[in-house]
């Protein structure tokens, strides 16, 4: 896979995604905290691709997991990085499918440490339909 014909999301619309949600969610604590972290989150995707040949899953999980390790915002972190990849993945053709405790589970297991990079990517692709 190349990166050519993938939509990624830049800075710039990952902090409109969060401001978003961090409004439907009324959250007082709203904004980014390290800017460079969440680059370094954002790139990770690309670098998937490039280094790994990594499918539109794989680049999904790396992004995910990149954004909560990272905790680049001042609050709403795993909602966030939840939010920015279903996008990351609508904007690519693919619906992620799933209920508010499926998406507290995977979020929650990636901050423990207890699923890795496949697994992840094995729950998106589950989880995902065309679009």
Known sequence: ??????????????????VELMQIWNEKRCGIDQRELL????ARPKHAVIYGNADIF???????YGLI???PWLGGNKRTASYITDTFL????YAA???P???????????????????????????????
Request: charged share 25%.
């Open 1 to 18: 896979m190349t990166t050519e014909n993938v939509h990624y999301i830049e800075v710039e619309d990952a902090f409109v995604l969060h």
């Open 39 to 42: 680059e370094s989150a954002l």
């Open 58 to 64: 794989a680049q999904a999980a790396t992004l995910i």
């Open 69 to 71: 390790k990272n905790h």
């Open 90 to 93: 609508q904007l690519n053709g």
């Open 97 to 99: 499918i799933y209920s």
């Open 101 to 131: 405790k499926e998406g507290y589970e995977i979020v929650l297991a990636i901050d423990l440490d207890n699923v890795g990079l496949d697994e992840i990517e094995e729950w998106y692709r589950s989880k995902s339909k065309k679009i």
